[in-house]
Nanobody, 123 residues
Framework: QVQLVESGGGLVQAGGSLRLSCTAAGRTISTYAMGWFRQAPGKEREFVGAISWTGGRTYYGDSVKGRFTISRDNAKNTLYLQMNSLKPEDTAVYYC????????????????WGQGTQVTVSS
């Protein structure tokens, strides 16, 4: 079992950047494909992107493609989400998640979740 903790959220102006981190404990993340999701108030949890076990493959949701980048450092047991050109509609709680299978884009396909970190983008 793996425990996930997100950090790096905060308040940023539109057009700015943030980098989120997701640190794992209890088990190495190298055995998991990882994903990022987000959830805004009153909305369903939305897929942001996913990364394969070694980081060689990534894919993204349409709303963030070209602006967000997922990476991982398995030696540090950490997942990252670099967010550039942020927009007010990116405001949400961001979650990292772990799954044994790469390619999952639905929340119920992921086995482990962090508690989330708030990102607020002001206009």
């Amino acid at each position: 079992q793996v425990q996930l903790v997100e950090s790096g959220g905060g308040l940023v102006q539109a057009g700015g950047s943030l980098r989120l981190s997701c640190t794992a404990a209890g088990r190495t993340i190298s055995t998991y494909a990882m994903g990022w999701f987000r959830q805004a108030p009153g909305k369903e949890r939305e897929f942001v992107g996913a990364i394969s076990w070694t980081g060689g493959r990534t894919y993204y949701g349409d709303s963030v493609k070209g602006r967000f980048t997922i990476s991982r450092d398995n030696a540090k047991n950490t997942l990252y989400l670099q967010m550039n050109s942020l927009k007010p509609e990116d405001t949400a709680v961001y979650y990292c998640a772990a799954d044994e299978h790469y390619g999952a884009a639905w929340p119920n396909e992921y086995d482990y979740w962090g508690q989330g970190t708030q990102v607020t983008v002001s206009s």
